[in-house]
Structures are given as structure tokens and as C-alpha cells.
């Protein structure tokens, strides 16, 4: 990138700390927090009134989003408001909606992900050591960079390992928002973009539940985004060996927590060093832009040393999601396989009205993506450095068809996390710098953009966990359990204290999350072991095949959970994504399956709670 | 003050900030001083004081340092936690609190015989933004038409902690609340004699006390039947009669009170695997 030529910008009322003090700078950021705590204060109310079942929970729910969304975006669509202000906004507002993952289960871990990184922290503070066989997740143990820091936080102050993660993820949380502000800031020269940038980021629908959950990735992205911004200050260097050294160390940190991102960090760089060598040769009388070569180099060689070295395991796992999604591809362009419905997860579809919100919000998105790519496009010799992000932000539409595919949705899904950091800051662009919106003055059109930049959010928010899900399980409802009860919890800590630890266990997909952590068990992991729980668990009788899944994936135990029996689970399956019905249920599970091992020959039925029942099984073999 | 002299107040501050979370570290383990310490000696000292090292020419935004305080933290303890498994003495408490402190006492030395100063006069603006010409309308620094008395700052700031602080409990005592329910186990051991009985254990989390009724058929030559009550939080353990050479099954109810039918069951069946070994990994 060459050196800036002067700004030329108009001169306007200045105002500095000396000044009139750090109150000023701060303009309305205070009332606004109370504001956005209040919305945080109903998503909460949200949260315990779906607990005990009682009331509207979900109008709560929405109520609070609102309360939160509207009042920062609002306040980011104005031109008064300093960088200070700006900054405080998107550090609450990116906070908020974090809080509101944190109301849904305070003292616990509630999502399945969860415990996949919760696992190999155990092992960590049990072991002393990393990188030991995650039986929920093999290759996850492979990237020990947010279980690292957790063990460590853990280790120096003694809090639990679900107060530790919400505190990193919280830590992660903060360092993105700032980053992508400070990124787009540098970039463009406008905080009220870079404001509305950090904010829409937000509408990607990761970012409510998935990216605030104790999941490698959502350490990975904050890391991602930090080294981009570490890079961006380097280029404005001359020299600076110390800050190459600690460029390297943001690389290796991407590098060794989550493949995925390690990847788009190295393309990344490799692109940056590219066009700067390419810009550098048509210009040769000017200053040289700085090309991150070394950089490059040195991401392609981590991932590469990594992957040999400990994180084998990777390319199958990543190998058999991208073979699936292009089969679905492949299948759904030939006719073999029917498209996939919109707004639905396994067997529940969202309300009418959140269907309705989101595919406005799409729209709103594609013309604003539409606007903000002519005020990019136009300003490309003013403020060439965010193409990058408008390339980023037209894969956005590209990917929009995928979702009518079954196995490729989710590839789909997952991905805007990463094209939402394009995507935010051109839907600012369009939303405040376009023709259309500069024509507009005053406060209506200023709060109409707010309005504007808020649906794109709801609608992020509509799609971002199914319906049901969304908050949390009545503990005593009867219904098919979607996160660990207390009950299934106490049974998994009382298979770890009274049967010993490593036990190999048969059970439901959300028992084995408890066995493998609460009760640091050894649940059945189909890739390795050979045999699936379903095998197992699925059959209504101890027929030859149950016992020959019992001999052959040596499982001395099996956890009955009897409230499958009261629906089919959101995800289609009970036990495992390979069951011959998955996707299929019509009517729930049968007691009969349930009851099978009770009064068998050779099984005993060793521990009951009403719900939960623990059969050891070592004589059925 | 000059430049100088408050580059190093803000040195020695980083400092004595990362020894007095060491010393809560080491001294207050599991209090909530500890906490905070924890939390100081991992996510803020070595980014602070790395940031002191490397952007020591005032080239960064307050909101960029506290970004790269932050940041750069994470990225320390990420690479930290790998460097201390390959090292000898595992990842313990020690060993993280030493290395914390080492890379964080090292960045300040570092800073301190690197020290310069902020800006070199004829450098690039290295606080400049990378365009040529800015959005209509847009500058860095502009007076806002809303701003509030810094008493009123403090006081609205005040009430959004407290409203955030209610958010949590409430949300936190709704998920500690959990319907009652009790827990019956039944494991074989072997007894003193060296002789096999059952050891059924009953586990209250009712909420409240209950009178339980055990019936255990099969162990012994007629069945047994124990009537007793269990406090809130409390267990009740019985050992059933030797089982002897008897191979058949036992069964084992328990019964709320004189309810007619048991509510939880057991049973044993002696071709089962009697005493569970722990396997370890795989």
C-alpha cells in the first residue's frame, strides 16, 4: 500500500480532552448502556420464565434484542458522535449480546460444542498435559489454543472451568469488536463506518449463539482479526522487527487454535503480499507498499508443520464435511435429491413472522450490499484499501443458493462468519455513504438508517438458533431433552465417582456430552471405535447384533435417557447423525426400545433416577 | 511530565500491576481476589507491557491499545500453554505464574533500555488513516451535540452494572433451580468377610425430606424391606444380606412412603461384570 497523500478534509468543531474532558467524548454512551442493560435484563427474564415454563418468554426474548440493537445502531448512524463514543458503543453492544448467551445458562456450558473444548481442558488440568484422545471430537484436541488459555485461567484462579471459558470467549468477544472497528477505522478514515461495520457484523447469525459458545473457532476469529490489525500497523512502518516477531506470534496462535481460520489468515496474507509485490512493480518510482511476504510464508509453513506433525487427523474431518457438501451439490443438481426448506431444522419450522423477518433482511441486505459496492467502487482510488472487503462481501450472494442444500447449508451457514467482516462494512457504506441516504438529513432519516441497520440484525438474529432452542429447556417439561438437566448431570458425576473414570459407555447423543465430561467416561465415538451407539441403543431387542455391537466396541455400559421416548429431537436422530432413521422419525422413540436391557440376562440395571438409568451391560457379551 | 518519565511511570505501573496479581495468585487462590489477580497476570500484563515494548511511539488510538493489551495477551497465553507442555513440570499453577511473569518482566526491560521517543520528527503519521481522501462529512475528532455532566456519566454507568449484576443472578437462579428427584444405586461389594452383598444407596434431592421404603428380593432367603427417612441433600447407604452361592437375580424397589408401587428400581445380575476397573484412554 503507498504512503497517504494529506487529507483533505473540512475543517469542523474539534474537541479534545483538555478541552472539555473525557465526559464529552463520551456523548450519550452512558444512557445507552443502561438502555442495553435493560434489554439484557429481558432477555434474562426471557431465559428463566422459558426455564419454568411460565409466560411469553419468547416476546421477552425479542423485546430485549430490540432494547439492545436499536438504540447502538441508532446512535452509530449519527455523524455527532465522537470515536470515543463509537468505540464504547461497539465494545457494549458486541458484550450484550454475549451477556445473552451468558443469562442462558450462567453456571453451566449449555451447548453440545461446548463440551467438546470442555473435555480436552479436563484432560488438560487432569493430565497436566495436551493434546490427549477427545472422545467427542478427536481432531479438536489437535488445537489446543482456547482449551490452553482456559486450563491456565483455571490453574491461576481456581474458578470453574465454565467461569473460565466465559470469561476468555467475553475477553475474545471484546478484542474482535475492537478489532474490526480499529481495521475498517485505519482503512477508511470513518469511525462512523467503522462503528456501523463492527455493529452489522453482528447480523451474521453466528454471532448471537455459535461464536459466543466455548468452541475453538470463537477464539480463532478475535486472533484472526487482532493479526490483521497487527499487520495493517506494520505497513505504516519503515522497520519493526518487535512487531514482526509479535505478527508471527498472532500467526502461530491462528495456526494452533482452529484449522479453518488458519487457513483464511493464510490467504489472506498471501493476497496482501501478492497485490502490494504486483502495485510495487507498475510503480517503481514510488514508495514501495509493504508486502507481508515472510508472513505468508510463515502461515502456509505453520499449517503445514502443524498438520504433519499433530493435526493429521484434520484432513479427514474437514475432508468428509466438504465431500458431503458437494455430493449434496452434486445430488441436488441432478435431481437425485429434492431441495432443502427454508427455515426449518429437522422437524421444526420457525413462526410465519420470523420466517417473514428474515427474508426481508436478506433483502434489505442485497441492496444495501448492492449501494455500499458503488460507494466502494467509486471511492476506489480515495480509499483502495477496502476493495478487499467488498471481494469478501460479494461471496455473500453466491452463497445464498446453498442453502436449499441439505449437507451444504451449514458449510453456508458457517461461513459468514467470516464474510460478515466484508460484508459490514460494505452494508455500511450503502446504508450511510450512498446516494439514496446522503440526500436524507435530520433526525428521522438518521433514526430511518438506524432502523434499517437493526432489521439487518434482527433478521441475523431470526436465523440464528432454531426456534425452540433459542432459550433454554424446562428441566421438568416432557419433552425430548435438547441440553443436560440436572438429573442427567448428577448420573454422569455419579458414573464417574462410583464406576471409576474411562468406562466405555452406549448412550444418546446429549447423555454422552455429561458422561464424557461430568463423569470424564469414555462414550462411544463411531470413527474410531467402529461402532456407533446406535447400534446399540436404537434396536428394540437384545437381539445378536446388540450384543455383538456390545463385544465389538468393548462397552461395559449403557445410559438409557426415558425422556427421549416424549418427542423426536430437533436434529432428526436421537443417538448419533448415522442412524438408519435419522431425518426419518415419525412418532418418538418406544419405551420398548427404552426398556430393552431391563430383567435381561446378563445386564444389570445399576442406577435410576427417575430419568436416567445406568445398565452395566458385561455380561450381555 | 515528560514523555519520557511517563513511559516509565507506565512501565513501572504494568509492573507492579503483574507482581501484585502474581502475589493474589499465589496467596488467594479460589477467593475472588485470586480471581481477579488470575485474570490480570494471564489477559492484561503481558499485553500491556508488550504493547509498552512495541508501540512505544505513540503510533496507536487509546482504543487500539487496549485492543492490542487484550489481543496480544490471548496470543501469549495460547503460544504459553504449548510451551509449557513441552517444558518439564506440566501445566501447573507455578509454572503458568512464572512464565507470565517472565514474559512480562522481559518486555518491560526490553521497553525500558529500547525507550524512545514518541514520534520522530519528519516520520510518517503513522495515526493516519490508509485513504486519500475521506467520506463527505467525516472527521476524527468532532464535538458532539449530546453529552452528559460526568456525574451523570458515572451514575448511568452505575445503574447498567447493576441492572447487568440482576440480569445474571436472576438468570443464575433459574438455572440452578431443578425438579426434585432421587437417586438409588446398587453395586456389589465385597464385605469385610470377604463375602458379596449389594450396596444400595439411596440419594435425596428431593428438596425436601422423605420417608423411602427399600424392598430387596433375591439376596438372602426371604425378601427384605427397610423403611427410613432422608433429609434434604443427605444419602442413606444399606448393605443387603451376603449373597452367598445364590446365581439368580436380585431386585431391588424403592418406595415413596406406603405408596403401593416403587418408584425407582435396581437389580443384579450376578453374570454381570461385579467390580467395575477404570480403563484409562482409549
Redesign the interface.
Known sequence: MSEPEPINAAPVRRVTTAQAGISRELGLLAPIAVLVAIGVLCVALADAAHRGSNGPAQTFFWIGIVIIVLPVATRLCSIDATRLERVGLIALFGLALYLTKVTYSPSRLPFSDEFVEFRTVLDILNTGGMFHFNPLLPVSSSYPGLPGITAGLVQLTGISVSSAAIIVIGSGRIVLMLAIFATVDRLSGSPRLAGLAACLYAANPNFLYWSSQFDYESLALPLFALTIFLVLIRSRRRVGLALDLLCAAGVCAVVISHHLTSYLLAAVLALWALTALWIGRRRPRQVRPYAPVGLAILAVAAIVVWLIAVAGSTKNYLGSIASNAGNGLLDTLTGHNSTRALFTSGTEVAPFWERGLSVVAVLVTLIALALGAVVIWRGRRERPALIPFLLLALVYPLLLPLRLIGSAAETANRSTEFLYLGLGAVIAAGVVFSQPTKRLRGAVPRLLTGLVCSLIIFGGVAVSWQYSARLPQDPSAEEVPYELTPQAIEAAAWSGSALGNGQRFASDLISRLGLATYGYQRPLYAPSDGISSWQVMAPEEVDPAVRQAIREGAVRFVLVERRLHDGIPTSGYYFDRGEPEAGLYRRPIGMRTLEKFENQPGASLIYDNGTQQIFAVGGLK | MSVQRRLDSVLGLIGAGAILCALL?LLA??TAA??I???G???VAPGCA?TA???SRG??????M???A?????????????LL?GLPG????TP??MFLLAITFAALT?ALLLRRPRRVPGA?N?R???????????????????????L??????V???V??A???L??????????G???????PVSDAGGELRLRVHVQN?EGDSVAYRLRIVGAGAKPSETSFRVSAGASRRILSEALGERTG?VDVSLYRGSAPEP???????P???QA???????
Open positions: 495468585v487462590k479460589g485470586g480471581t489477580g488470575g485474570v497476570l494471564e489477559l508488550l515494548l512495541v508501540f503510533e496507536l488510538r487509546r482504543h487500539e487496549a485492543l492490542t487484550l489481543g496480544i495477551s490471548l496470543v501469549v497465553a495460547a503460544l504459553g500453554a504449548l507442555d506440566s501445566l501447573g499453577r503458568w505464574t526490553a510518517i503513522e493516519a488513516p490508509l485513504v486519500v481522501r475521506r467520506f463527505e462529512d467525516e472527521d476524527d475528532e468532532r464535538a458532539p451535540s449530546w453529552y452528559l455532566p460526568p451523570m456519566n458515572w451514575f448511568f454507568g445503574v447498567a452494572l441492572l447487568i440482576v440480569a445474571i436472576v438468570a443464575r437462579d433459574a438455572a440452578n433451580e431443578s425438579p428427584f432421587t437417586e438409588l444405586s446398587a453395586l434431592e437375580r418408584f425407582l428400581h435396581a437389580s443384579y445380575d453374570s454381570t461384570v467395575p476397573v477404570a480403563e484409562k484412554g482409549r
